[in-house]
């Protein structure tokens, strides 16, 4: 967590032709997640839409890539994290990857973990994670040869 803001300052200074793939591998593999798992929470919070911003019944916003909520925001500014950076692609995944890295740390590598990413009830972080199972079968089965 402590290494957070320092690379996610490198990865800023980028050019911004950085494909959001190439992001998303390097955030999985810098945060020790699976690359395919970080790809299909990508796919399904944002489409891969690194410029989606989703309003929440509650008043937070999800941000970017990941969709991020903004209930980070106060975490992130102290490792110098905006939210307009938010909508950089490759800062977005490293983000997610650091958040879905510390579910991982608190509930075990289970899709207990994943569920969390996106909920706080129990029924909720199961159907989250059973959808993100779907998309992450569909990953595996496309690398197939």
């Known amino acids: 967590m402590k290494h957070l803001g320092s690379i996610l300052l490198l990865f800023l200074s980028l050019p911004c032709s950085v494909a959001r793939a190439d992001c998303l591998d390097d955030a999985a593999a810098y945060h020790r997640v699976d690359g395919a798992l ?3 929470i990508a796919q399904h919070e944002s489409n891969m839409n690194p410029l989606a911003i989703n309003r929440n019944r509650d008043g937070s916003q999800d941000l970017g890539l990941m969709q991020i909520n903004s209930a980070h925001l106060p975490r992130l500014a102290r490792y110098g994290i905006t ?3 938010l909508l950089d692609a490759c800062t977005n995944a490293y983000v997610g990857a650091w958040i879905l890295r510390a579910n991982i740390d ?3 590598a289970t899709w207990r973990a994943v569920g969390a990413y996106n909920a706080t009830t129990p029924a909720k972080q199961l159907r989250y ?6 998309r992450w079968q569909a990953l595996q089965r496309a690398a197939l040869p």
């Open 38 to 40: 970080l790809r299909s």
């Open 83 to 85: 939210r307009q950076q």
């Open 106 to 108: 608190r509930f075990g």
């Open 129 to 134: 994670a059973n959808q993100i199972y779907t």
